[in-house]
Every structure is written in C-alpha cells, then in structure tokens.
C-alpha cells in the first residue's frame, strides 16, 4: 500500500506566501544583504577591469552582449559608446519583464547590483595583473562566478541572463545555467570573426570556469531525492512540511533481517535545505537509515517557494 500525503494543513499558508512573496518590506537582515550585494558587485567589477578588459575577453551574458556592442560602436563605427551605459539599459529592459514575475525583494536586490556593478566599472581604472591570456581567463571567471555566486547565494542576482535562467529554472523545477552556453556561445562566435579567434577562444575558458563556479555555489534549483526508513513517520512527515512545504510518500515496509515493520518515506527536497532536513530527522529518529540520490529533473506538481 503506498499512501501519498498532501500539505493541506499547510495549503492555505503556501497560497498566502505566494501571494505576498511579491510584497517588499524592508528588515533588518536587508542591511546585511545590502552589504554583501555591494560587496559582491564592486569584486565583479574589479574583475572586470583587472582581467576582462585588460585581456580583451567577452564575457557572457548581459556582460558580454554589452562589451560587443561598445566596441562595435567604438572601433567600427567611430561612435564612443559606454559599456556602462549599454550594461545598464538591457538590464533595465529585462528588470521590467521580471518585476510581476520573480520576488520583488529579489528584484530589488538585483537592481542595486547591476547599479553598482555599472558605476563600479565605470569609475575603478583598468589594470594588468597578468599578460598571461589562459591566467587571464581562468582567475577572470573565478572572480566572475565566485562575486555571482555571492548574489545568488543572498536571494539576489546579476541581473540580465541570471533573470531569464532563474526564471525557467523556477519554471520548470531544474537548474538551467549550463544552458546559458549556448546563447553564450553566439556572442563569442560574433565576437570572433569582429575581433579575432584567439580572444573568442580564450573567452570560452572564461565562461565555462565562471558557470562551473555559479553552478557549485547556487544550490536553490538543484534537487536531491531522499528515502528514509524510520519508526517515527509522522513526525519526520510534519519535519518536511514545515521545512519544505510539500508532500511525503509513505509506504510500509519490514525489515529483512528483523522483521520488525517500518516505514520508508520519500520525497523530493532542494538541495539548500538537505543540510537542515537531515539533521532534523537525525533529532527526530536517530536510528533513521537515509539515502540520497541526485534528481536531474522534477515533472508534476512541487510545491517550490517563491523567491522573496
């Protein structure tokens, strides 16, 4: 017999948090995420200026759209044309499809780094830290996925590609930065036959470190499958719905060497919150045998809360 459980004691609420998720009020804790926000946007424009422009390299994203079109303009046309100022109007642009879409808080957040990252970039001089292209490329993405990470890790983002790929990983319930590659990949391919392969090619290594480090450290649209096999399912089953707010499925089950009866449960749970769910069942049940696998993608109804 396999039972499954629904959330509806907590239906209601969710139905409320959904609503109100786009309902901005300003707390304490927004200081702190201020800080880390102007932080992490002043590290990617010092990356920006120390490696990227000083290597010639075309990031990706917003950021490399918008370095393409300055020097378009710049170089080609005899048009001098801010990066700055392009960097900012996409992202402006983009900010306005996602406001009624995403987390106003979240939004919000984005806005002020892709501000500061804009003037940051704007007013810090360029300087050569290495003429070496592939150290260049490699300590360059770093320093671009790592200032991101940043950002995604405090409920905020770079604005632009990072405002479309959250939206369908919110979308479709699966992490879709490895995706941005390939849009990713028109810009370097324009660049390279404007500007020459050999930066293009360089620029790629930049990319794929930057993504890699970004996929490592945002872990909101990454999902773990758990089975537990416990004595205490409903308490492990109220754990999930207060940490999660999704269902369980319950099945019982007897244990081959004692055969004494059990339950497994199994449910589906963000890799952000594994941390914290396992030490709660740990408390619950501390005889509770867990395994964990990876989930590649989740079809059908999951209850994901909203950005804030």
């Keep these: 017999m396999t039972r499954q459980l629904d959330n509806r004691d907590g239906s209601e609420s969710d139905t409320r948090n959904d609503r109100s998720s786009n309902e901005f009020r300003f707390t304490t804790r927004d200081v702190i995420t201020f800080v880390l926000i102007a932080f992490s946007a002043f590290i990617y424009s010092l990356g920006m200026v120390s490696f990227v422009r000083s290597g010639n390299l075309f990031p990706g994203g917003y950021t490399g759209v918008s370095r393409l079109i300055s020097l378009v303009f710049t170089d080609r046309l005899g048009i001098p044309l801010s990066f700055s100022v392009v960097y900012f109007i996409l992202n402006f642009i983009t900010t306005l499809f996602v406001w009624k879409r995403l987390g106003h808080r979240f939004v919000f957040f984005s806005i002020l780094w892709y501000t500061l990252s804009s003037v940051f970039t704007t007013i810090l001089p360029v300087f050569q830290v ?179």
Excluded at 141 to 148: A, N
Excluded at 178 to 195: C, D, E, P, R, T
């Design 130 to 308: 290495t003429s070496d292209p592939l150290l260049i490329s490699v300590f360059g993405g770093l320093i671009s996925g790592f200032s991101i990470g940043i950002a995604l890790q405090n409920n905020a983002s770079s604005g632009g590609v990072d405002f479309i790929a959250i939206y369908f990983s919110q979308k479709f319930n699966m992490p879709t930065w490895n995706y941005i590659m390939i849009g990713n990949a028109v810009i370097l391919i324009i660049a390279g036959f404007l500007f020459g392969w050999n930066k293009a090619l360089y620029s790629i290594i930049f990319q794929f470190v930057s993504t890699q480090v970004v996929g490592v450290m945002h872990q909101r649209y990454k999902f773990s499958e758990i089975k537990v096999v416990t004595n205490e399912p409903d308490e492990i089953c109220q754990i999930v719905f207060g940490l999660c707010h999704h269902g369980v499925t319950k099945v019982p089950c007897e244990g081959g060497y004692t055969d004494k009866p059990r339950w497994l449960l199994m449910m589906t749970v963000n890799t952000y919150q594994l941390k914290e769910l396992m030490d709660r069942i740990h408390k619950a049940d501390s005889h509770a045998f867990i395994s964990i696998d990876t989930v590649d993608r989740i079809v059908g109804n999951y209850y994901q809360q909203p950005l804030p």
